[in-house]
């Protein structure tokens, strides 16, 4: 069941099809399938963003749980250098958690703002 539910916002991902694209404006990509993501079913983000932390708690977790930002850090680092791919997967992840718990309006403009300050 964790890795069902995980792989919400890799659908997303997959869907869009769009990071080998080199002319692709990657930091406005990542904005746009955030909002795209957060957008979709409340309870569904909610319950992977549950899972996710449950791991902290469940060593049985924790692999499933990184997972999705495995996937798309690598996905990521096909474009950019892996460390620069790590720190824009974990600011997507402090945003989404912000949005969720704050139960706030996602702002794509801001994500890509601050998403483009961290790439190379």
């Known amino acids: 069941m964790t890795r069902q539910a995980n792989e919400g916002f890799a659908k997303v991902v997959a869907a869009r099809g769009s990071f080998q694209d080199p002319a692709l ?52 680092a096909e474009r950019i250098d892996p460390v620069a791919a790590r720190a824009l997967v974990a600011l997507m992840d402090g945003i989404s958690l912000q949005v969720l718990l704050t139960g706030g309006v996602y702002d794509a403009g801001y994500a890509r703002e601050m998403l483009a300050r961290l790439m190379p």
């Open 25 to 76: 404006d990657l930091a406005d990509e990542l904005a746009g399938l955030l909002g795209e993501w957060l957008a979709g079913d409340r309870v569904g983000v909610e319950l992977e963003y549950e899972l996710y932390l449950a791991a902290l708690r469940n060593p049985a977790l924790r692999a499933d749980a990184a997972e999705w930002w495995q996937e798309l850090s690598d996905a990521l």
